[in-house]
């Protein structure tokens, strides 16, 4: 099956710093989305973006469906941007459409 | 828009007990609904999708009689999970997902989770 797989696996940042989180996948997909687990394990959907470049405040998103990547850039970092980041990719597979997850990126930003 | 509840979100049993958890869309028609389990520190791990209607795609691994899914409407999906042992003691989360304007796949959005340990 698919790979999906998130660099780095861990993040330390001091607040104010720029981070660039990277998820490979190895396999064509359909679609792509970005999010963020907060401390209490809710999902927070950051971008849905299967391709092309997207911003939302401080964060921006890149996806290169052909070279099978995805770029998460997270500016002027906060304390409040701590958490795990997944990416998940969406594909059809025997007729059901599902989505498998990247491995994460635990980003802790001190203050 | 696009909200998703779950419950309980805690939820302890003894073991051999059978637990249900609830996953609604609260303001949309959800076309697939999906479950996942999610172990401490780890990503989460698609269990099986369900559409309205229809019996579930369980992923490869995972028991479709001990992990029982009812997807009765566009709104509701219900996960079972059958003589609970301590080994089902995890973080359960459902997404629903939906096709947004513009949009040629759906996107999904999730449940706040819900986190079983069984004695």
């Known amino acids: 099956g698919i790979q999906v797989e998130q ?23 359909n679609n792509l989305q ?13 971008f849905y973006i299967p391709s092309g470049t997207k911003q939302n405040g401080r964060l921006s998103a890149t996806t290169v469906a052909t070279e099978r990547y995805s770029l998460l850039y ?10 795990v980041y997944f990416c998940a990719v969406g594909m059809s597979t025997s007729g059901t459409y599902k989505y ?5 990126t635990r980003l802790k930003v001190l203050a | 828009g696009a909200v998703v509840s779950q419950h309980p979100s805690r939820v302890i049993c003894k073991s051999g007990t059978s637990v249900k958890i609830e996953c609604r869309s609260l303001d949309f ?25 229809s019996k579930a795609t369980y992923e490869q691994g995972v028991e479709k009689d001990k992990f029982l899914i009812n997807h009765a409407s566009l709104t509701l999906s219900t996960l079972t ?22 949009r040629a796949y759906n996107e999904q959005f999730f449940g706040p989770g819900t986190r079983l340990t069984v004695l």
């Not at chain 1, 660099?7 to 997909?29: H, K």
């Not at chain 2, 401490?40 to 099986?48: D, N, V, Y």
């Not at chain 2, 609970?84 to 096709?99: G, K, N, T, V």
């Open chain 1, 7 to 29: 660099s780095p696996p861990d993040l330390i940042l001091q607040e104010g710093a720029n981070s660039t989180l990277r998820c490979n996948f190895s396999d064509s997909v």
């Open chain 1, 34 to 46: 970005w999010f963020h687990q907060n401390p209490w394990g809710q999902l927070i959907n950051l």
């Open chain 1, 74 to 83: 997270i500016s002027s970092s906060q304390t409040t941007d701590s958490g």
């Open chain 1, 100 to 104: 498998i997850f990247g491995t994460g």
């Open chain 2, 29 to 53: 028609q959800a076309t697939t609904m999906f479950w996942y389990r999610q172990f401490p520190k780890k990503s989460l791990m698609l269990m099986a999708t369900s559409n309205e209607g």
């Open chain 2, 81 to 102: 999970v059958t003589s609970a042992h301590p080994e089902d003691s995890s973080f359960y989360i459902c997404s629903a997902s939906r096709l947004a304007g513009g």
